[in-house]
């Protein structure tokens, strides 16, 4: 064996020990697994366009706290949105309970949870209801609703906190007009990608899903346009002198998702 060949082979095995390493921390990551709701709930309301999802969470091997859980939505002519956690729901169950002699009613046990992180134990199974917003809207909305919020603090100091006087305020139409325009759902196949931060390394097991939206399922989501500026009204200014509450509820869908 040539001196050369003596050379090569110990160049070779200096780079065993860190290759080795590389093997075991991957073995040893944590792996979390996703399993969601059959379907989705799809909606537009005054905090823009709304994907709601159901998600189960398990990790293999270690524990690992999220800091992050987006979707990126791609609808296919090409439009891409991201979706941002903003809320989420842990469910305690459902129990059936009749009060004053009347009919009995199904009250769900939910506790509201920050989204700041959320720790996945090894082997156990955290379930929550997520709600996401679309980021392009997130921010113009805290905008304008901040401008909106310091408009009727002045109005409430001079007296005038009253319907006629709210809405002549040009944030109140701001806000509207941003809400529809920010309306982004078409018809067609959507692809939602699930995007998930922790400050470790993981392998993220399932992350691609899909659903339709058909035609008339955007014709009923357009129809909450007809009541966005009455509903901000109901967020902003119900206690104003001679306010009257929308009636109407939001249209929601419910697409059928699917791993991809």
């Not at 799809?42 to 987006?70: D, H, W």
């Not at 009613?105 to 920050?114: F, M, N, R, T, Y």
């Not at 955290?126 to 603090?153: P, V, W």
Request: charged residues 30%; hydrophobic residues 40%; glycine residues 4%.
């Amino acid at each position: 064996m040539t001196g050369y060949e003596i050379a090569s082979i110990i160049g070779a095995a200096a780079w065993l020990p860190p290759v080795f390493s590389w093997v075991k921390d991957w073995r040893n990551r944590s792996k979390i697994n996703v399993i969601t709701q059959s379907s989705a709930e799809v909606g537009f309301t005054t905090y823009g366009p709304i994907f709601n999802l159901r998600i189960a969470f398990s990790a293999k091997n270690k524990e690992i706290v999220i800091t992050k859980i987006q979707f990126k939505v791609s609808h296919e002519r090409g439009d891409k949105r991201i979706f941002s956690w903003q809320g989420m729901k842990l469910d305690f169950g459902s129990m059936t309970q009749i009060m004053n002699n009347m009919e009995p009613a199904i009250v769900k046990h939910e506790k509201e949870q920050s989204v700041l992180a959320l720790k996945i134990l090894p082997y156990n199974m955290e379930e929550r209801s997520i709600r996401f917003q679309d980021d392009d809207f997130i921010q113009t909305r805290k905008e304008i609703a901040a401008k909106l919020r310091n408009k009727l603090d002045r109005l409430k100091s001079t007296g005038s906190y009253n319907i006629q006087e709210v809405s002549k305020l040009d944030e109140i139409n701001d806000l509207s007009s941003c809400c529809i325009k920010h309306f982004c759902w078409q018809a067609g196949e959507y692809k939602a990608d699930l995007i998930i931060g922790s400050t470790e390394q993981f392998d993220l097991l399932d992350k691609n899903f899909s659903f339709r939206l058909e035609q008339a399922d955007i014709e009923l989501l357009r129809k909450n346009e007809e009541i966005i500026k009455g509903k901000i009204f109901e967020e902003f200014c119900s206690d104003a002198e001679g306010y009257t509450k929308v009636a109407r509820p939001w249209n929601w869908l419910s697409p059928v998702i699917t791993k991809c």
